[in-house]
T-cell receptor, first 111, second 113 residues
């Protein structure tokens, strides 16, 4: 079973920041937080991951709370092409690459 | 660099038949994972191969099997197909097996009639 809780859907205006929350209150010390997204009819796309520090790459920023029980994915300037299902996943990758996907959050970016 | 490729992209089979799906990972990637996606169950992990060895297995019946070759290419096989096996089958590759991002292919859409 997925170890994360995400809102089913969110809307965001084009050009604004999209902030997608994720709760993972049972996360253990060895588990990373991963974010993937799936645009309709395509395979999931890796966005970003982190352990306990905030992370930023060319696509997004990941903010992890100090107690690691929740995180927020930030898309700084959302575009229509960011409309997708966003999955927050916690996983201990020490022994493999098994990802347990939940239902995710449907993000709709509107003009 | 070429992405993950999966063949065939679409497949129609009849109940009771078997099917083999193929996945070519990104060059240099050694880990290949397989996932099944259905409207009802979402994305579910099938199994992962690393250096030709199955390292993780999801909760699927023995009809679902896979293998990985020395060049990291992978195949999965489903025997005695059932209507419920109709799904999008996704393959993902990763450089190593520990905490690296996975790159997904476009998937194979299997329809069982």
């Amino acid at each position: 079973d997925a170890k994360t809780t995400q809102p089913p859907s969110m809307d965001c205006a084009e050009g604004r920041a999209a902030n997608l929350p994720c709760n993972h209150s049972t996360i253990s010390g060895n588990e990373y937080v991963y974010w993937y997204r799936q645009i309709h009819s395509q395979g999931p796309q890796y966005i970003i991951h982190g352990l306990k520090n905030n992370e930023t790459n060319e696509m997004a920023s990941l903010i992890i709370t100090e107690d690691r029980k929740s995180s927020t994915l930030i898309l700084p300037h959302a575009t229509l092409r960011d409309t997708a299902v966003y999955y927050c996943i916690v996983a201990d990758m020490e022994y493999g690459n098994k990802l347990v996907f939940g239902a995710g959050t449907i993000l709709r970016v509107k003009s | 660099k070429a992405g993950v490729t999966q063949t065939p992209r679409y497949l129609i089979k009849t109940r009771g038949q078997q099917v083999t799906l193929s996945c070519s990972p990104i060059s240099g990637h050694r880990s290949v994972s397989w996932y099944q996606q259905t409207p009802g169950q979402g994305l579910q992990f099938l199994f992962e191969y690393f250096s030709e060895t199955q390292r993780n297995k999801g909760n699927f019946p023995g009809r679902f099997s896979g293998r990985q070759f020395s060049n990291s290419r992978s195949e999965m096989n489903v025997s005695t197909l059932e209507l419920g096996d109709s799904a999008l089958y996704l393959c993902a590759s990763s450089l190593w097996g520990q905490g690296w991002e996975q790159y997904f292919g476009p998937g194979t859409r299997l329809t069982v009639t």
